[in-house]
């Protein structure tokens, strides 16, 4: 696996190392905690989260680092958004047949509950207008 990492302000991505991800992610963890900082989950700062994150194609943001992953024979790219990403993706429900990032996959399974739901909606006023209609 390899990990890039940059300095918030930074233009350029570097390899870095798993341990050197984990320390950040580690001194990220006692900060959101030490300081309460009620906008930030301490618990997407445990090392297992954190690199599950990194693994599914994001970005891991600490204070002063970026972190994410960068493109190895282990890591497979998105064709929708060309985030890189580890293990098991997700299959496009555009085509049935294309493997997609898992962000990406939620993305579109949350498209899709959208107009599920306005379908359901438009079905349930047609038919209470039907009811109305039939009353008169």
Same mark, same amino acid.
């Given at each position: 696996?390899?990990?890039?990492?940059?300095?918030?302000?930074?233009?350029?991505?570097?390899?870095?190392?798993?341990?050197?991800?984990?320390?950040?992610?580690?001194?990220?963890?006692?900060?959101?905690?030490?300081?309460?900082?009620?906008?930030?989950?301490?618990?997407?700062?445990?090392?297992?989260?954190?690199?599950?994150?990194?693994?599914?194609?994001?970005?891991?943001?600490?204070?002063?680092?970026?972190?994410?992953?960068?493109? @190895?024979?282990? +890591?497979?790219? %998105? /064709?929708? !958004? $060309?985030?890189?990403?580890?293990?098991?993706?997700?299959?496009?429900?555009? @085509?049935?047949? +294309?493997?997609? %990032? /898992?962000? !990406? $996959?939620?993305?579109?399974?949350?498209?899709?509950?959208?107009?599920?739901?306005?379908?359901?909606?438009?079905?349930?006023?047609?038919?209470?207008?039907?009811?109305?209609?039939?009353?008169?």
């Amino acid at each position: 696996m390899l990990i890039l990492k940059k300095s918030q302000e930074g233009k350029r991505w570097t390899k870095t190392t798993l341990n050197n991800f984990y320390e950040a992610v580690d001194i990220t963890k006692d900060i959101i905690e030490e300081m309460k900082i009620e906008d930030r989950n301490s618990e997407e700062y445990t090392r297992e989260f954190a690199l599950g994150s990194l693994k599914s194609g994001r970005i891991i943001d600490t204070p002063c680092i970026l972190f994410k992953l960068g493109k @190895d024979e282990d +890591t497979k790219t %998105c /064709p929708l !958004c $060309g985030s890189y990403y580890m293990g098991m993706g997700a299959l496009s429900r555009r @085509d049935n047949k +294309t493997d997609i %990032c /898992p962000q !990406c $996959g939620m993305n579109e399974a949350i498209e899709d509950m959208r107009k599920h739901k306005e379908v359901n909606k438009k079905s349930v006023d047609a038919i209470k207008n039907e009811i109305c209609k039939e009353g008169k």
